[in-house]
């Protein structure tokens, strides 16, 4: 089993950064990906951004290309979203996730592809 704690949330204003910090921890850590998701109250949770646990390499959705971006410390356990020039349309609720291990095709960036997630971090953006 994998747990996920996440962290750096809180309320800023329009145009202000923010980062956010995954710690992963668990009898073991296998996991090929670690995600972003977040959920907007009324809407569904949508995928953010992943980076594969091996080699670092990101995906990001479209609307957060050039606002953010996911890093990850193999020696913490650690996955960090650091994002940058914030709109109130980022308001949300942020679940890091992290899948098995095992190969994968594509970036996994649906929900059900993720198996251990986070309680969550508040991001809210002011105007």
């Known amino acids: 089993q994998v747990q996920l704690v996440e962290s750096g949330g809180g309320l800023v204003q329009v145009g202000d950064s923010l980062k956010l910090s995954c710690g992963a921890s668990?009898?073991?850590?296998?996991?090929?990906?670690m995600g972003w998701f977040r959920q907007a109250p009324g809407k569904e949770r949508e995928f953010v951004a992943a980076?594969?646990?091996?080699?670092?390499?990101?995906s990001y959705a479209d609307f957060v290309k050039g606002r953010f971006t996911i890093s990850r410390d193999n020696a913490k356990n650690m996955v960090y979203l650091q994002m940058n020039s914030l709109k109130p349309e980022d308001t949300a609720l942020y679940y890091c996730?992290?899948?098995?291990?095992?190969?994968?095709?594509?970036?996994?960036?649906?929900?059900?592809?993720?198996?251990?997630w986070g309680q969550g971090t508040q991001v809210t953006v002011s105007s």
């Open positions: 668990g009898r073991t850590f296998s996991s090929t990906y």
């Open positions: 980076i594969k646990w091996s080699d670092g390499r990101p």
């Open positions: 996730a992290a899948t098995k291990g095992g190969r994968y095709y594509r970036t996994p960036r649906t929900n059900p592809e993720y198996d251990y």
